[in-house]
């Protein structure tokens, strides 16, 4: 997104609100939507599906933070980062359906918010990393750390996609992901290298999400070492210890987490389906 923060998104001249109802644009309007012939409709839209539910929930989770984060700057900071992701989960689901419409529910709605809100949780996508609830700020930041590094390294290769469209929003994310990784970085050395409760605290937020890494790289194994890299950079600067490996687990299945996040965001979708406004 182009605004400066999270407010001026949300007022009237500025159309690009996303919730259940009518009268939003279509996130691709204007492009040419058309599958190239050498590519997979269906493994585009199953990618596109992947990483735009990735966004979506994380999205949710972010906005855990508004009103609870340490500082005033903060909330907005990840309300910021939280629409960044809201806009990616939008051009992504956008992109899925129009690859392969079969992917969408049959409900009279436009086909992202027919993704978003219309889907049970076993059709969701996403990554257990993303799921996660509770923890306390140092969870919060070791987990955008490691997601938003994660994510980075994927949309940069993904710039290179032969698919023009996902390509083009590839682009545009890696804009986006650079400055929320650069943000729970800062976060994090402040933490670890802070006081000796401070560094504690950090230490256990890292040791939580660890166990969550390696499914991040099931599909994508050779930027495991861009990802790493990082991690140990930012690990040295706030002398926090970089968790053993816990074994990759079945990827892309969910915990009791997801359940509870879609009975929220789903709620007023499902009770009027057939809602304008």
């Known amino acids: ?97 129009k690859a392969d419409p079969s992917v969408v529910p049959s409900v009279p709605q436009s086909d992202e918010d027919a993704l978003a809100f219309f889907r049970d949780a076993a059709e969701f996508r996403n990554v257990r990393l993303v799921e996660l609830g509770g923890g306390d700020f140092a969870f919060a930041m070791a987990r955008l750390l490691v997601f938003a590094t994660w994510r980075l390294a994927l949309l940069q290769d993904l710039t290179a996609a032969e698919d023009p469209v996902l390509a083009a929003i590839a682009v545009k994310g890696v804009k ?23 560094h504690e605290r950090m230490q256990a937020g890292l040791d939580a999400v660890w166990p969550y890494v390696d499914e991040l790289f099931a599909d994508c194994p050779d930027l495991r070492g861009t990802f790493d890299a990082v991690i140990a950079e930012v690990s040295t600067v706030s002398t926090l210890r970089v968790p053993a490996g816990y074994g990759l687990q079945p990827p892309r299945t969910h915990t009791e987490h997801l359940e509870p996040i879609l009975a929220e965001m789903q709620s007023v979708a499902r009770e009027h389906p057939d809602a304008t406004w």
Do not use: K
């Open 176 to 198: 986006e992901l650079t400055y929320h990784r650069d943000y729970a970085a800062r976060w994090v050395v402040r933490l670890g290298d802070g006081t000796e409760y401070s």
């Open 1 to 97: 997104m182009s605004f400066d923060n999270a407010y001026e998104a949300l007022t009237e001249e500025n159309d690009t609100r996303w919730a259940f109802g009518t009268g939003f644009a279509d996130p691709l309007a204007g492009m040419d939507t058309s599958v190239p012939s050498h590519v997979d409709a269906a493994a585009l839209a199953e990618l596109c599906l992947r990483i735009g539910d990735d966004a979506l929930i994380m999205s949710h989770r972010l906005q855990d933070w508004v009103t609870a984060a340490p500082e005033l700057e903060d909330e907005v900071a990840l309300a910021n980062i939280g629409l960044d992701l809201l806009g990616q989960a939008r051009l992504l689901l956008a992109r899925a359906a």
